[in-house]
């Protein structure tokens, strides 16, 4: 047991380590320790909340969700962008009890004046480095950029009729209108608009979607099918987090939700041209089983014993 407890250990502590003397590295090499980021005049906070609001500007809401910032520390800096004449808060039109955040044209001006700066910075580290090294760089960063990401993603619980649920089940639907032959019709059951007739309602059933930087990036759902078996639904992971674990770590928290509903058994079907689909199953535990439904696009069906 303790053998077995200190080969865990080891297995954290190795990358976590690495990710600290990267951290320690890089924020060094990347002017984040300057009182005056890349020479603008702003920390790195206030700078990085400039770039947010000139990339996509929105409403305060948004970009505490995009930036994981609490109110507090946003206002802050939200006050330092104002005084300095770089931002405006106002009323947002659509929904007078919500601020919209946006650049005035001094702030545009700045914005534009951080993005040259972040790009020379850039150009100047990578410039000592080979071709062949710097093709290295980009890759290992873009993969370790998803894995960060990816182990930073938050998944809860939602209303299956609340706008983050639609916009993930829109994706799901469209995914699964390119992706089978023949096209998807989901029919009025599988729309997020109607939870009680898809049964992914509280509090025989639950939805779950996983979001980064505010936006939805995976989601699914667990319904009921009777007394102890349940049932997971329309799973999806957005196309560019593929490959990060993601879609196992999701489907690990959906039967889990499903054991919390009272479940011993969970099912779920699929298509056969989700091939990447049926090999996560399998490799989750699951058994092939009889159908069980007359979903018209279902070819797969699979079943698990929760412990």
Not at 15 to 41: C, H, I, K, M, W
Not at 179 to 196: E, S, V
Request: no cysteine; net charge neutral.
């Amino acid at each position: 047991m303790g053998t077995a407890g200190k080969g865990a250990a080891d297995d954290v502590a190795g990358p976590v380590d690495v990710v600290r003397r990267f951290n320690r590295s890089y924020t060094q090499r990347v002017g984040a320790l300057e009182d005056s980021f890349l020479g603008t005049g702003m920390p790195l906070g206030t700078a990085r909340l400039l770039f947010e609001i000139g990339t996509e500007p929105g409403t305060t809401r948004d970009l505490r969700a995009r930036l994981g910032l609490d109110s507090g520390y946003l206002s802050r800096l939200l006050r330092r962008l104002e005084s300095d004449g770089l931002a405006v808060v106002v009323p947002d039109d659509d929904d007078r009890r919500r601020r919209r955040v946006d650049l005035t044209a001094a702030g545009r001006r700045a914005w534009a004046d951080l993005e040259r700066r972040s790009v020379d910075r850039a150009r100047d580290l990578v410039a000592p480095l080979t071709p062949r090294q710097r093709a290295r760089l980009a890759a290992a960063l873009a993969e370790a950029d998803l894995l960060v990401r990816a182990a930073t993603v938050t998944l809860e619980r939602v209303d299956p009729t609340s706008d983050l649920a639609r916009t993930a089940v829109a994706a799901y639907v469209q995914e699964l209108d390119e992706r089978f032959p023949g096209g998807f019709d989901p029919g009025p059951a599988a729309t997020a608009a109607d939870p009680d007739a898809a049964g992914l309602a509280s509090p025989s059933g639950a939805f779950v979607v996983a979001t980064s930087d505010g936006e939805p990036v995976a989601s699914g759902g667990v319904r009921s099918l009777g007394a102890g078996v349940g049932e997971i639904k329309r799973m999806w992971v957005h196309p560019g987090w593929r490959g990060a674990g993601l879609g196992s770590r999701l489907l690990r928290h959906l039967e889990g939700v499903s054991r919390d509903l009272g479940h011993h058994e969970v099912r779920l079907d699929t298509n056969g041209s989700l091939t990447e689909a049926v090999a996560m199953y399998e490799r989750a535990g699951y058994r092939r089983v009889a159908r069980y439904n007359d979903n018209p696009y279902a070819e797969h069906f699979f079943a698990k014993r929760l412990g």
